[in-house]
């Protein structure tokens, strides 16, 4: 069970807007830089946001981040088809028990 | 362009070892902290451990789940980054990513190298 909560599926049409939830504690989202990571079937995961809401050279403003206490919300409008991968939350965590780095489970999007 | 090319993986027996490297280029390996991320087949991303950057000391940190069997090392040098495995589990069975880490984030990702602990 991981640290941070995703949920496991989203969906929507394309050219729709989708959001995907990231829950933590105090002791990670709620004291740290969140960042959102998009899987592409096959590759490698790639940054899509840092520092909670910027986007690297090269991401596109459909896509968009976002913080408020313990939880992170990423933000993506208008849904292309090749935009259906698994995305990850993930942050530093400053609990004594666990790793300092900590993933959600993922989310795999489905765009119908 | 900044690359990272991961290599090393097999096929290996539980309690074995094994050493995974990671080649950089386009960037100064030393000024960058880098990690191990890995992937269990079908499964979410897991960290695995860090080395911080020349500033601080080189100095390391480790996952619960692989502390004291796991050991990375670096060699500037060579622009390379390694990951010592050893006592290997059948749960280490993943692909392993070598990671550079940027503004609490990690920037660029290897392509990935798989290792399958299985008798």
């Known amino acids: 069970q991981s640290v941070l909560t995703q949920p496991p599926s989203v969906s929507a049409a394309p050219g729709q807007k989708v959001t995907i939830s990231c829950s933590g504690s105090s002791s990670n989202i709620g004291n740290n830089y969140v960042s959102w990571y998009q899987q592409l079937p096959g590759t490698a995961p790639k940054l899509l946001i840092y520092e909670n809401d910027k986007r690297p050279s090269g991401i596109p403003d459909r896509f968009s981040g976002s913080k408020s206490g313990t939880s992170a919300t990423l933000g993506i409008t208008g849904l292309q088809t090749g935009d259906e991968a698994d995305y990850y939350c993930g942050t530093w965590d400053s609990s004594l028990s666990g790793s300092p780095w900590v993933f959600g489970g993922g989310t795999k999007l489905t765009v119908l | 362009e900044v690359q990272l090319v991961e290599s090393g993986g097999d096929l290996v027996q539980p309690g074995g070892s094994l050493r995974l490297s990671c080649a950089v280029s386009?960037?100064?390996?030393?000024?960058?902290?880098m990690h191990w991320v890995r992937q269990a087949p079908g499964k979410g991303l897991e960290w695995v451990g860090r080395s911080r950057n020349k500033a601080n000391g080189y100095t390391t940190d480790y996952a619960a789940s692989v502390k004291g069997r796991f050991t990375i090392s670096r060699d500037d040098s060579k622009n390379s980054l390694y990951l010592q495995m050893n006592s290997l589990k059948t749960e280490d069975t993943a692909m392993y990513y070598c990671v550079r880490g940027y503004n609490y984030a990690y920037d660029y990702w290897g392509q990935g190298t798989l290792v399958t602990v299985s008798s």
């Open positions: 386009a960037f100064t390996l030393s000024d960058h902290y």
